[in-house]
């Protein structure tokens, strides 16, 4: 994530080996794949907790602000989503539409 923000901000990269053993979860994707996965009666892959990190894309303790950004804009697509599916249901007096 570090020599991503370094990249993309037009600053060096400096040369390190790759760290490995350590597990990265994007909470955008990892709620979405949580909520899939529960749907569906299978259980939720979680990562190994034998001395592997995990380190999380969006949340970190000493800022926040990110974190909570993410979620609510996630928050609101989902509710946009299911409102306009339920608005859509009531146009169509509770009918469900041909495929």
């Known amino acids: 994530m570090r020599a991503l923000h370094l990249s993309l901000t037009g600053r060096p990269v400096p040369a390190s080996p790759p760290k490995t053993g350590r597990w990265l979860i994007v909470e955008t994707g990892d709620y979405?794949?949580?909520?899939?996965?529960?749907?569906?009666?299978?259980?939720?892959?979680?990562?190994s907790r034998r001395g592997q990190p995990t380190v999380r894309g969006w949340w970190?303790?000493?800022?926040?602000?990110?974190?909570?950004?993410?979620l609510?804009?996630?928050?609101?697509?989902?509710?946009?989503?299911?409102?306009?599916?339920?608005?859509?249901?009531?146009?169509?007096?509770?009918?469900?539409r041909r495929r």
């Not at 529960?38 to 990562?47: C, I, K, N």
């Open 32 to 47: 979405k794949a949580r909520l899939a996965y529960r749907w569906r009666g299978m259980s939720v892959p979680l990562p």
């Open 72 to 96: 609510g804009f996630e928050t609101a697509g989902v509710l946009h989503r299911l409102g306009r599916a339920v608005l859509t249901r009531l146009r169509m007096g509770g009918r469900r």
């Open 60 to 70: 970190a303790p000493d800022d926040p602000v990110p974190y909570l950004m993410m």
